[in-house]
């Protein structure tokens, strides 16, 4: 019968972590950005069908960085929260509160229970009435949480892009302006200085969403020609 | 072993918010809770119940409208209760029958196609939704049985073949669809009697819509359970269209104007009917 050799509960927490840093880290960068509008969604994705931003409710949105398997279930797992809640209680008392909180229990019982540690950081936003309202919350793969000011920018050179983001950041920025300054973020973890449009993937939670297309459901994806108009556009 | 972990993966796997509720908290359909009244069978439980709605396609889509009447045996319950909802963005569906489980029922049908929405990034197919509904109605066969029906009208403009299509139900969840025009509820008899004499082909949708009012107006004139348009109170039955462009509710002030035209046209021919 083989023995296993003893590892210090240090030594095994770091481990799982280096190794779910160094999955994440292999992935292209999403930025989460909250303006005037309301709270911009961009990522590096050159698939038009396997997302990394989704809707989760009415006000809520999630973007992901990782393996694709991982945050997907965990997605999954998170519109059926929502819809669970919205249904048994009332579509009000749905929150991105709750929500991060149950996705920060499940990445922390994974983090520690699981053969391996999920290797996903997740954002979970909400848009809010005013801009003060506005929820932006940051989940890593031990189950951390962080609520974020202003954007939050995940994935492999997450530094450099945050670094070009936080410049160019202020609280009065458009839609359009707001997604020009994530493009601008993302492309400096990127070999061309460019980025198509065909390569990013694009969604906004609409503040106005009620007065202006008559519905609660803020989440809109942006087609390829939307983001190319909102990208020309001059500031 | 990798075999039954896949096999359990896949299982695992719903688009549908219903069959997860089924699943993990069963107790939250309207129609799984424990029901007892069987044993005292004899008088019927007295509650609410809807009545009428009527759906027609017209040129480019579908209108339904319901009144805004709900009964409990000989008094009326509500005159102020809305049986016609948006299903999603291309749907609309109106409920008869009893009126607390039908809520319950097309809140749960409006969550489930969101639910597989937002889970598969894409609307289910009109015909799937139709299907959908289907099942739901005939999880509620147990109280049916006990006299708690619930009886749906379900209607929708289908992106794929870009026309206005209607679907009716029985209480075992039988799908039909239907041509041209349909009601339900207790005084389907007689809106459809008006319908068949008001309707014509490639209706435009003002007058698609003031046709669902006046047999909305003939079915309350016959039906004691349905309520006519009221102008002492300014109630207007809910009216919704469905068209290329997704599904648009009337504003009351439109209904007002519809209801006005049609109630002087019958003061004005001075006739019993």
Redesign the interface.
């Known amino acids: 019968m083989t023995q296993q050799f003893y590892v210090s509960p240090e030594q095994l927490m770091k481990d799982r972590a280096d190794f779910a840093r160094k999955g994440i880290a292999r992935g292209r960068s999403v930025v989460v950005v909250s303006c005037e509008d309301g709270i911009a969604l961009v990522a590096e994705n050159p698939s038009p069908?396997l997302?990394k931003i989704?809707?989760?409710y009415d006000k809520i949105a999630f973007a992901a960085v990782g393996k694709y398997n991982e945050f997907e279930s965990l997605r999954?797992a998170g519109?059926?929260y929502a819809?669970?809640r919205?249904?048994?209680y009332d579509r009000e008392d749905v929150t991105a509160r709750g929500l991060a909180s149950v996705y920060a229990q499940s990445l922390g019982a994974v983090f520690t229970a699981e053969q391996k540690p999920f290797e996903v950081e997740l954002a979970v936003a909400e848009v809010g009435a005013s801009q003060d309202r506005d929820h932006l919350y940051r989940l890593t793969f031990d189950g951390s949480i962080a609520d974020e000011q202003g954007f939050i920018v995940m994935g492999g050179q997450a530094d450099k892009v945050s670094g070009a983001v936080e410049t160019g950041w202020q609280r009065d920025l458009s839609f359009a302006a707001a997604i020009r300054l994530a493009v601008q973020g993302l492309v400096t973890d990127n070999e061309s200085p460019d980025l198509p449009a065909k390569a990013l993937e694009v969604a906004l939670l609409d503040r106005g969403s009620e007065s202006s297309r008559g519905t609660r459901?803020a989440f809109r994806r942006l087609s390829d020609a939307d983001v190319m108009e909102l990208l020309a556009e001059e500031s | 072993m990798q075999e039954t972990t896949a096999n359990k993966v896949a299982a695992n796997a719903t688009s549908s918010f219903t069959e997860h509720l089924q699943r993990d908290r069963p107790e939250l359909l309207p129609y799984n809770r424990p029901f007892l009244v069987s044993e005292t069978a004899g008088q019927p439980l007295q509650v609410p119940h809807a009545t009428t709605i009527v759906a027609m396609t017209y040129a480019g889509g579908v209108v339904m409208a319901g009144d805004r009447r709900a009964t409990m045996g000989n008094i009326i319950a509500s005159r102020h209760i809305e049986k016609v909802f948006p299903a999603d963005q291309y749907s609309v569906l109106g409920i008869a029958g009893t009126a607390g489980i039908a809520i319950d029922l097309t809140r749960l049908f409006q969550v489930e196609l969101e639910h597989y929405e937002k889970i598969e990034g894409t609307l289910l197919s009109l015909d799937g939704k139709a299907n959908r509904l289907g099942a739901m109605i005939r999880g509620n066969l147990a109280m049916a049985m006990q006299g708690l029906a619930v009886v749906p009208l379900f209607a929708g403009f289908d992106t794929a073949a870009q026309m206005g299509r209607l679907f009716s139900y029985d209480v075992t969840g039988g799908r039909y669809e239907e041509q041209e025009h349909h009601a339900v509820g207790s005084g389907s008899m007689f809106a459809r009697g008006a319908l068949k004499k008001l309707w014509r082909p490639n209706l435009a949708e003002d007058e698609a819509v003031s046709v669902a009012i006046e047999s909305l107006y003939d079915a309350a004139d016959d039906d004691s359970a349905t309520g006519g348009p009221d102008p002492v109170r300014q109630l207007w039955p809910v009216v919704y269209t469905v068209n290329r462009a997704g599904a648009r509710r009337v504003a009351e002030r439109e209904l007002a104007a519809v209801a006005g035209t049609i109630i002087e046209a019958r003061a004005a021919a001075r006739r019993e009917a």
Do not use: A, C, P
């Open positions: 069908s997302h989704g809707e989760i999954q519109v059926r819809d669970v919205g249904y048994s459901r």
